[in-house]
Nanobody, 124 residues
Framework: QVQLVESGGGLVQAGGSLRLSCAASGGSFSRNTMAWFRQAPGKEREFVARITWIGGITYYADSVRGRVTISRDRTKNTLYLQMNSLKSEDTAVYYC?????????????????WGQGTQVTVSS
């Protein structure tokens, strides 16, 4: 099984930066694709970015492209989300997700494993 633990959330001013981390444990073949999602209170869970574990191929939601960078350190089994130029609308709980497949999915139900989430709050 894959276990995911997010960290790095907090309070940041608009225009600031934040780096989220997701520590992964379990078999590498159970997390061939990893992704970040976010969910604001009362809103649907929203895709942010994904990356293939081996090849490092990335894909971003239009709303964050150019402001965030998804990456992974294979030796540390850790996924990252570097966020810059943060806006108040980026405020949400950010979740790390993993899928057994090499997937192009941007819907949350397609992913097999989830972390507990980390809160990001952007103040104006």
């Amino acid at each position: 099984q894959v276990q995911l633990v997010e960290s790095g959330g907090g309070l940041v001013q608009a225009g600031g930066s934040l780096r989220l981390s997701c520590a992964a444990s379990g078999g590498s073949f159970s997390r061939n694709t990893m992704a970040w999602f976010r969910q604001a209170p009362g809103k649907e869970r929203e895709f942010v970015a994904r990356i293939t574990w081996i090849g490092g191929i990335t894909y971003y939601a239009d709303s964050v492209r150019g402001r965030v960078t998804i990456s992974r350190d294979r030796t540390k089994n850790t996924l990252y989300l570097q966020m810059n130029s943060l806006k108040s609308e980026d405020t949400a709980v950010y979740y790390c997700a993993a899928d057994r497949r090499i997937t192009s999915a941007t819907i949350s139900s397609a992913y097999d494993y989830w972390g507990q989430g980390t809160q990001v709050t952007v103040s104006s």
